[in-house]
């Protein structure tokens, strides 16, 4: 089966650096996508990698190792507007978006 | 209007009723999903369309029906909505099926089935 795991909920300090991981099982790979959902509105777009290797844009960079299964989105200099549902999503052979459940992130002062 | 809309933004059922979820986008885009969210759970994906007049079954697709008339309207039928279809539903699109996109999705349908 296809199978998206990344931690429930984390609890990161204003200023700080957050690392949110992603390990993936799918039939197929086309590539990974990262999501940022805010309590009560849609998903929106953060960043995608297919390639081995870091993608940095901003604040956020995201990594991805195919022979492991694994991805991780890094967050820097955290605001509390970062207070969110991070969403990691793999496209699979048939270019289907499998999704992860989501990882809730706390920012606190 | 720009991107994607839905409506109604939230919605309260009794059991047994008929529902019709709307969805509307106006960036020409020829595929569009239809997914549902609960707490805890990913997005699933309940149908698709890859293109006006064809649609396709996803994870979930029990309980609910879709139809794709035209590129633009992408409408949900809940024929006798029960309370396991209290969710929220999302609508979502891309430019091509079978390719690289980023997923556009509209604000979100909060259905709550009594």
């Known amino acids: 089966g296809q199978n998206i795991d990344q931690p429930t909920e984390m609890t990161a300090t204003e200023g700080a650096i957050v690392q949110i991981n992603c390990t993936y099982q799918t039939s197929g790979f086309n590539g990974l996508f990262w999501y940022q959902q805010h309590a009560g509105e849609a998903p929106t777009f953060l960043s995608y990698?297919?390639l081995d290797g870091l993608e940095e844009k901003g604040r956020f960079s995201s990594f991805l190792s195919r022979s492991k299964g694994y991805s991780y989105l890094l967050l820097k200099e955290l605001q509390m507007k970062d207070s969110a549902s991070y969403l990691c999503a793999v496209l699979d052979s048939n270019y289907q978006l499998i999704w992860g459940a989501g990882t809730k992130l706390i920012i606190k002062p | 209007i720009a991107g994607i809309t839905q409506a109604p933004t939230s919605q309260i059922l009794a059991a047994g009723r008929r529902m019709t979820l709307r969805c509307t986008q106006d960036?020409?885009?020829?595929?569009m999903y239809w997914y549902r969210q609960d707490l805890g759970l990913g997005l699933r994906l309940i149908h698709y369309?890859?293109?006006?007049?064809?649609?396709g079954k996803g994870e979930v697709p029990d309980g609910y029906s879709v139809s794709r008339a035209n590129t633009d309207d992408f409408p949900l039928t809940l024929a006798s909505a029960v309370p396991s279809q209290t969710s929220v539903y999302f609508c979502?699109?891309?430019?091509?099926?079978?390719?690289?996109?980023?997923?556009?999705f509209g604000p979100g349908t909060r259905l709550t089935v009594l």
């Open positions: 979502a699109s891309i430019p091509n099926p079978g390719t690289v996109n980023e997923q556009f």
């Open positions: 990698n297919v």
């Open positions: 960036m020409r885009h020829n595929a």
């Open positions: 369309s890859n293109t006006a007049g064809t649609t």
